[in-house]
């Protein structure tokens, strides 16, 4: 059977990358082909907009232990263990339907983590909406909480950490990234590559239904637009009772050595597993559909191979230790049939019976998609809108309280109080009370830290320095509770690629992810790229979101974020020369315009290095870096934390040349917030701001001076859950 | 001691609460959902998660199972049981405890740190019922423990908590301030009539450690091993 040239066109592919598959092939795919070349050739699976791109980053580095191509990357920790992590997207069926699109964000990259055998021990996520006051952006802001706490707490991994902005771009396009990290015994982890001419391919998990289909190249690899309520049946539906199965079930089968490899079903389903799988080992693969347990019996061979039903595995078995495997498999009573064997072939073949339906070179699936160049050119100006919600001219002290209480930096304690941050007993350092997410791994000894920064904001302003920034954010997180970086995964959500602006910002954003990571000396490990956010109102902000993964060696000299004590001296150290450009004040009065000053990376990791010595010889009482809203705001999050207020000075930031506004309210890279003795603290060469004391925030810039009460801006802060659950239009 | 914690399919907390027993007193072992045979321990903690994936109803499917069977002969023998938000909703759905766990007034799932004053005020765990000194005013010792739950709303009719505070049986309330789900009454956690089985919604066995936070939730597991210390 062959199929007409419009097929290709609805299943997203080119004209051009028809005709080259047909040469391939030396004939036309039938159905069963042209679907799973579709899913392959897509931009999610293929990169074929970003592969070139993401050939800059550094991916190698002393700890590194898995690096990118598998399903997870993985860093020594020490006395033979590795972390395992990474950073995925689940925008697009997010944006369809919130609640099961971010729970089975949480459930594809928790079973990339299990797939290398680690088990998964902490949740970030980093997710984008419109503005508040829109109805859509709640709707949405709630299902994905919902989705993700349902997920992530039913399976009993710790969530310990994100972040949440708020901004018109993403109105139409949210973003919902969800990182996982996972711990393994080094010698106990696998990799995905197929082995063993002989083998058994073996299906684990769910059975597999009509759910998702086309999800690949329908949803992830073009623009949202009209029509989306008819794209809901591709939307995937999470089961993470079934995922909390597998994953046990999994660990004991990689326990006992019963399987040569392993690899999740995630995005194009049977289709992407077992041609990756045949890919990375260099071999065939043989799939029977018709012994694929199926939700519904009609099911076609092409739905079958592109289903992305949710929480299946797929194992190469030997022979011989088949009968175990299932038998473990109906211990955990999860689903498994043995579906396939690893040929020599070097093709994908898929059979019904013994019928041969789809017989395709692994090459062509796999590396055949061509990669395409970008064609970047810089934009003049401001590409994005920016309506003013405050008026300028108001007392700073109002204008502090605005920012607290703007979504984007008001406690995130609405969101993360619906997640279980406590599970598996390691969580040193909960939501909110450090910059970074502690979990103590006792096995080894020792700890790790986790932060997820990007601010897309900064990005649109400026794609490098706000990238570098994004960086250095999470490298400053580290810094604040003592740990060293390890490594970093990183997600870069973007517009459609094929338009100049964004290949511009998403150029630059790389280039500036790149020279980050050679700079601070933190090698990629793994990945996503999420492309085509973008629909009739314009592209998203280019959202690069950045999760690292650092160590310290002792979890009980952590610093808090919070003073600790009145009478405390307060301090700032590092290179820290804030601007309103791009901050969170330029964007409510309406001031947003293209540019940034760029951050000095070596000055920055010097000081990231002088904190972290600092907490870990136990010299700082709190630690916090300046970040969103600018010192003002990091002042009183610091003081709300304690429950005690302070009394500053930002004379130190005139003396650099900063105007008070800056001073209070201006961002960038490089400054720290730290409090203890005073001189202890400006023989770090912290400059000296204050103390820590009495009710009130009190801060003295010139003529733009601000005293509020703690309660007030504690009140202000504390807003999210009004605002996220006001009913009104 | 033997400890032994049970194992459904689903069950997230059973590592944790393995730990917290271990810390507590002796050792500790996993059990099976299928094994009828508990293995001669001298404790049962039925502890939290998602049992079953929580379908149709909390607790609710896991109360079938084989050893769940031999836990009810096990307690009905006055052998010490301990039961952890899901664990206290399977002992209620087993009728081992009394009353029922309904969704949180806020209708969302919520994870923070709460205080609990254990009542009788001068034991935790009563075997053979609550002692003469006991009171349940308010004055008994407070714990601070995480609680993490969508479905922990105490509730029973009025006669039926008449009758659990006239017996002593309210085991644990939220101290004021701290009934995050609105049960009635204030109460978090209950024992049986004979003061061999309790449950309760927080978690004490997150609450071992002093650098994840308390370690008040030991207190807990030290009074279930004072219960089942064999004689």
């Given at each position: 059977m062959t199929v007409g040239t419009a097929k290709h066109r609805e299943l997203g592919l080119t004209d051009s990358e028809f005709e080259l598959i047909v040469e391939k092939m030396g004939r036309e795919p039938n159905v069963v082909e042209l679907a799973m070349f579709s899913l392959l050739w897509s931009e999610h699976c293929a990169y074929k907009h970003s592969r070139k791109l993401l050939k800059k980053l550094p991916t190698e580095g002393e700890r590194v232990v898995m690096g990118p191509g598998e399903n997870a990357g993985a860093v020594d920790v020490g006395s033979g263990y590795a972390v395992a992590?990474?950073?995925?997207?689940?925008?697009?069926?997010?944006?369809?339907?919130?609640?099961?699109?971010?729970?089975?964000?949480?459930?594809?990259?928790?079973?990339?983590?299990?797939?290398?055998?680690?088990?998964?021990?902490?949740?970030?996520?980093?997710?984008?909406?419109?503005?508040?006051?829109?109805?859509?952006?709640?709707?949405?802001?709630?299902?994905?909480?919902?989705?993700?706490?349902?997920?992530?707490?039913?399976?009993?991994?710790?969530?310990?950490?994100?972040?949440?902005?708020?901004?018109?771009?993403?109105?139409?396009?949210?973003?919902?990234?969800?990182?996982?990290?996972?711990?393994?015994?080094?010698?106990?982890?696998?990799?995905?590559?197929?082995?063993?001419?002989?083998?058994?391919?073996?299906?684990?998990?769910?059975?597999?239904?009509?759910?998702?289909?086309?999800?690949?190249?329908?949803?992830?690899?073009?623009?949202?637009?009209?029509?989306?309520?008819?794209?809901?049946?591709?939307?995937?539906?999470?089961?993470?009772?079934?995922?909390?199965?597998?994953?046990?079930?999994?660990?004991?089968?990689?326990?006992?050595?019963?399987?040569?490899?392993?690899?999740?079903?995630?995005?194009?389903?049977?289709?992407?597993?077992?041609?990756?799988?045949?890919?990375?080992?260099?071999?065939?693969?043989?799939?029977?559909?018709?012994?694929?347990?199926?939700?519904?019996?009609?099911?076609?061979?092409?739905?079958?191979?592109?289903?992305?039903?949710?929480?299946?595995?797929?194992?190469?078995?030997?022979?011989?230790?088949?009968?175990?495997?299932?038998?473990?498999?109906?211990k955990w009573q999860t689903g498994s049939a043995e579906i396939g064997v690893v040929t020599d072939s070097g093709e994908i073949r898929i059979l019904r019976g013994g019928e041969v339906v789809g017989e395709m070179p692994v090459e062509a699936l796999v590396d055949g998609c061509p990669l395409y160049d970008l064609n970047p050119?810089?934009?003049?100006?401001?590409?994005?809108?920016?309506?003013?919600?405050?008026?300028?001219?108001?007392?700073?002290?109002?204008?502090?309280?605005?920012?607290?209480?703007?979504?984007?930096?008001?406690?995130?304690?609405?969101?993360?109080?619906?997640?279980?941050?406590?599970?598996?007993?390691?969580?040193?350092?909960?939501?909110?009370?450090?910059?970074?997410?502690?979990?103590?791994?006792?096995?080894?000894?020792?700890?790790?830290?986790?932060?997820?920064?990007?601010?897309?904001?900064?990005?649109?302003?400026?794609?490098?320095?706000?990238?570098?920034?994004?960086?250095?954010?999470?490298?400053?997180?580290?810094?604040?509770?003592?740990?060293?970086?390890?490594?970093?995964?990183?997600?870069?959500?973007?517009?459609?690629?094929?338009k100049p602006a964004t290949a511009w910002q998403l150029d630059r954003a790389v280039s500036a992810l790149a020279d980050a990571c050679v700079a601070l000396g933190v090698p990629v490990v793994g990945g996503n790229v999420s492309l085509y956010n973008e629909g009739p109102e314009g592209p998203i902000y280019p959202t690069p979101v950045v999760g690292m993964v650092g160590e310290l060696p002792d979890p009980t000299r952590v610093a808090g974020s919070a003073f600790a004590k009145e009478g405390d001296a307060i301090a700032l150290l590092g290179p820290f020369s804030p601007t309103l450009a791009g901050s969170e004040l330029a964007k409510q009065r309406g001031e947003l315009g293209k540019g940034l000053p760029q951050p000095d990376l070596a000055a920055v990791a010097a000081a990231c290095a002088i904190v972290r010595d600092a907490v870990r010889a136990g010299k700082l009482a709190?630690?916090?870096?300046?970040?969103?809203?600018?010192?003002?705001?990091?002042?009183?999050?610091?003081?709300?934390?304690?429950?005690?207020?302070?009394?500053?000075?930002?004379?130190?930031?005139?003396?650099?040349?900063?105007?008070?506004?800056d001073a209070l309210f201006g961002e960038g890279s490089g400054g720290f917030l730290v409090s203890g003795e005073r001189v202890a603290l400006e023989a770090l060469g912290a400059v000296y701001l204050g103390e820590v004391g009495g009710t009130t925030i009190e801060i003295a810039a010139g003529d733009r001076s601000v005293v509020v009460g703690l309660g007030t801006a504690e009140s202000a802060w504390r807003s999210l859950g009004a605002q996220a659950e006001h009913s009104g239009a | 001691m033997i400890w032994g914690v049970l194992q459904f399919p689903g069950s997230c907390d059973e590592r944790d609460a393995l730990h917290a027993c271990t810390l507590a007193h002796g050792e500790a072992r996993l059990?099976?959902?299928?094994?009828?045979?508990?293995?001669?321990?001298?404790?049962?903690?039925?502890?939290?998660?998602?049992?079953?994936?929580?379908?149709?109803?909390?607790?609710?499917?896991?109360?079938?199972?084989?050893?769940?069977?031999?836990?009810?002969?096990?307690?009905?023998?006055?052998?010490?049981?301990?039961?952890?938000?899901?664990?206290?909703?399977?002992?209620?759905?087993?009728?081992?405890?009394?009353?029922?766990?309904?969704?949180?007034?806020?209708?969302?799932?919520?994870?923070?740190?709460?205080?609990?004053?254990?009542?009788?005020?001068?034991?935790?765990?009563?075997?053979?019922?609550?002692?003469?000194?006991?009171?349940?005013?308010?004055?008994?010792?407070?714990?601070?423990?995480?609680?993490?739950?969508?479905?922990?709303?105490?509730?029973?009719?009025?006669e039926v908590l008449d009758e659990l505070e006239a017996k002593g049986q309210v085991a644990y309330r939220y101290a004021p301030g701290h009934n995050f789900n609105g049960s009635a009454r204030d109460v978090a956690g209950v024992r049986n009539e004979a003061g061999n089985v309790v449950g309760l919604m927080p978690h004490p066995e997150h609450a071992v450690d002093p650098l994840t936070g308390s370690t008040d939730g030991l207190r807990v597991f030290e009074a279930v091993a004072a219960a089942g210390t064999p004689a």
């Open positions: 992590f990474k950073v995925e997207s689940h925008n697009h069926p997010s944006a369809v339907e919130p609640f099961q699109g971010a729970a089975t964000g949480v459930g594809g990259i928790l079973r990339d983590v299990f797939a290398i055998g680690a088990r998964p021990i902490a949740i970030l996520d980093s997710l984008r909406f419109g503005e508040l006051d829109s109805v859509r952006s709640r709707h949405l802001l709630d299902g994905a909480v919902r989705g993700i706490g349902h997920y992530g707490n039913s399976i009993g991994v710790a969530n310990v950490g994100g972040e949440i902005y708020f901004e018109e771009p993403y109105e139409h396009n949210c973003l919902v990234n969800a990182m996982c990290l996972g711990l393994a015994k080094t010698e106990d982890m696998v990799r995905a590559a197929a082995a063993g001419v002989g083998n058994a391919v073996v299906l684990m998990g769910a059975s597999t239904g009509r759910d998702g289909i086309g999800g690949a190249s329908v949803l992830a690899s073009a623009e949202l637009g009209d029509g989306d309520e008819a794209k809901r049946p591709t939307v995937q539906i999470g089961d993470p009772f079934e995922e909390s199965k597998v994953l046990e079930c999994c660990l004991e089968l990689l326990a006992q050595g019963l399987l040569v490899s392993l690899q999740d079903l995630g995005a194009a389903g049977l289709t992407s597993s077992a041609a990756e799988m045949a890919s990375a080992g260099g071999v065939g693969i043989d799939l029977d559909v018709a012994k694929v347990p199926l939700r519904e019996a009609d099911m076609e061979p092409f739905e079958i191979m592109v289903s992305e039903s949710q929480e299946r595995m797929l194992a190469v078995v030997e022979p011989a230790r088949v009968a175990e495997v299932l038998a473990i498999c109906e050119a810089e934009p003049e100006g401001w590409i994005y809108g920016n309506r003013a919600t405050l008026a300028t001219g108001i007392a700073a002290a109002d204008e502090l309280l605005a920012l607290l209480a703007a979504p984007s930096i008001a406690s995130k304690r609405w969101a993360f109080e619906q997640y279980d941050s406590v599970v598996g007993s390691r969580t040193v350092r909960r939501p909110e009370s450090a910059d970074a997410a502690v979990l103590q791994l006792p096995e080894a000894g020792n700890a790790i830290a986790v932060s997820i920064d990007g601010n897309g904001r900064r990005v649109a302003c400026d794609p490098y320095a706000g990238t570098v920034e994004a960086v250095l954010e999470c490298a400053q997180n580290l810094a604040c509770v003592g740990a060293e970086p390890l490594g970093l995964t990183n997600c870069h959500n973007s517009g459609n690629p094929e709190s630690a916090h870096d300046v970040s969103d809203g600018g010192l003002a705001c990091a002042l009183a999050e610091c003081a709300i934390g304690a429950g005690v207020g302070c009394r500053v000075d930002v004379q130190p930031l005139r003396d650099r040349g900063c105007s008070p506004e | 059990i099976w959902h299928e094994d009828r045979d508990l293995g001669g321990v001298d404790a049962v903690v039925v502890p939290g998660g998602f049992s079953y994936g929580d379908y149709l109803r909390a607790g609710a499917i896991a109360r079938f199972s084989p050893a769940m069977e031999s836990v009810a002969e096990f307690a009905a023998a006055g052998g010490p049981v301990l039961g952890i938000c899901n664990g206290f909703q399977v002992l209620c759905e087993a009728g081992l405890l009394p009353g029922a766990l309904l969704l949180n007034q806020s209708m969302r799932f919520a994870c923070r740190q709460v205080e609990l004053i254990a009542t009788p005020r001068d034991a935790f765990w009563s075997p053979g019922g609550p002692k003469s000194n006991e009171r349940d005013d308010g004055s008994g010792e407070r714990l601070s423990i995480p609680a993490k739950h969508g479905e922990g709303r105490y509730y029973a009719p009025d």
